[in-house]
């Protein structure tokens, strides 16, 4: 993974990272909070931007639970070796973006809320390396425990699904996701 990042070839690491056959939408714009932006200023004297409100399907800055808005910086700008820093004018520090307006229900703020916290620890934390039966065995335990596994040990998909659904709520689950996804789910 390193050794990709540290190619030339860009499209490496989207590739081994999963990027690339995944559903979750790719941000547009790099992403800011109106808070941090403003802590940073008072404090630094200068914006910059923050790893965790990069995050694909992120929609809350962990720190201070305030929805992240859009920069005018694109993610993917026609110039690969260009660097640009957060400043007030392109983060609009002023206020008056355009997903100010956005409003979400209760239940699926806390849900970002939720997502948000564990991104953070995740981004913060150390954890070893496992080998990815580990992580296939931690499930099937979990599932285990839901009755969400046959006797003869097949997960029961239809069920799982349907209660992942119900767990997150279609919005919060469509935000990041294509609505296709959600749609398959359910007919599944
Ligand atoms: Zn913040």
Same mark, same amino acid.
């Given at each position: 993974?390193?050794?990709?990042?540290?190619?030339?070839?860009?499209?490496?690491?989207?590739?081994?990272?999963?990027?690339?056959? !995944?559903?979750?939408?790719?941000?547009?714009?790099?992403?800011?909070?109106?808070?941090?932006?403003?802590?940073?200023?008072?404090?630094?004297? #200068?914006?910059?931007?923050?790893?965790?409100? &990069?995050?694909?399907?992120? &929609?809350?800055?962990?720190?201070?639970?305030?929805?992240?808005?859009?920069?005018?910086?694109?993610?993917?700008?026609?110039?690969?070796?260009?660097?640009?820093?957060?400043?007030?004018?392109?983060?609009?520090?002023?206020?008056?973006?355009?997903?100010? !307006?956005?409003?979400? /229900?209760?239940?699926?703020?806390?849900?970002?809320?939720?997502?948000?916290?564990?991104?953070?620890?995740?981004?913060?934390?150390?954890?070893?390396?496992?080998?990815?039966?580990?992580? /296939?065995? &931690?499930?099937?335990?979990?599932?285990? #425990?839901?009755?969400?596994?046959?006797?003869?040990?097949?997960?029961?998909?239809?069920?799982?699904?349907? !209660?992942?659904?119900?767990?997150?709520?279609?919005?919060?689950?469509?935000?990041?996701?294509?609505? #296709?996804?959600?749609? &398959?789910? !359910?007919?599944?």
């Amino acid at each position: 993974m390193i050794e990709s990042m540290k190619g030339n070839k860009g499209e490496d690491i989207y590739n081994r990272t999963g990027i690339m056959a !995944s559903s979750i939408s790719e941000n547009r714009y790099l992403k800011y909070c109106l808070v941090c932006a403003n802590e940073d200023k008072k404090e630094y004297g #200068e914006l910059f931007w923050h790893r965790v409100h &990069q995050i694909p399907c992120l &929609q809350i800055c962990p720190k201070h639970k305030t929805l992240l808005l859009d920069s005018e910086v694109l993610v993917h700008s026609g110039n690969k070796h260009e660097f640009i820093g957060a400043t007030n004018e392109n983060c609009c520090i002023t206020g008056g973006n355009i997903n100010n !307006s956005i409003s979400y /229900q209760q239940k699926v703020l806390d849900r970002m809320i939720v997502l948000a916290n564990n991104v953070e620890k995740l981004l913060k934390n150390k954890y070893s390396n496992r080998p990815l039966n580990w992580f /296939q065995e &931690q499930y099937v335990t979990k599932l285990k #425990e839901m009755g969400l596994v046959n006797i003869n040990g097949k997960v029961k998909y239809k069920e799982l699904l349907n !209660s992942f659904i119900e767990y997150h709520g279609k919005e919060f689950l469509e935000l990041g996701y294509n609505k #296709e996804i959600t749609s &398959q789910f !359910s007919e599944k």
